[in-house]
């Protein structure tokens, strides 16, 4: 019944069609780039922060194993993290549907939370309201960032 409300298409349409789509399979095996549309990123690349104060002196620096093995830490430590925190996720899901009450060994209940944040919205209406223009922002704290550096770009003395 659908095909009623479609245009008929003739065989040099149906024709196009294929070819268009086995030169499409084609070219993502060879050059998959190819495919895609340039356009404008949706996001701005990051740009470097500022160096934060109480950095130590060149005199100061600790010994690069003693670098390496901070940085090893810190990245094995973002690993367990984010592991950690897909876990959580995964069973806040079953939990967030339950009512309160004792699961065997388990009670699962619900507090409200001491801790409070700006409501912004209502901030906007007051600043709004007395003609003070946009609400003042600031940006948040840079992140620390550490990756490996690949094997190819390594340089030994």
Known sequence: MLH???RPQTGRQTTRRFLSTVSD????????ASLTRHSAPSQPAPVAAPEPTGLFTADELPDVEDIEA???SFAKAADQARA????KRKAKRLLDRLPAGIYGGW???RVTSTRQTADLDEIRRIFKQHGLGPVPMKPSAPSLKVERVPAAE????
């Not at 950690?84 to 876990?87: F, I, L, N, P, W």
């Not at 390594?154 to 003395?157: K, Q, Y």
Request: hydrophobic fraction near 70%; charged fraction near 10%.
């Open 154 to 157: 390594l340089v030994t003395v």
């Open 84 to 87: 950690a925190d897909r876990g």
């Open 4 to 6: 009623l409300f479609m």
């Open 25 to 32: 399979a084609v070219r993502s095996l060879i050059a998959p």
């Open 107 to 109: 009670v699962v209940s």
């Open 70 to 72: 901070a940085a090893a």
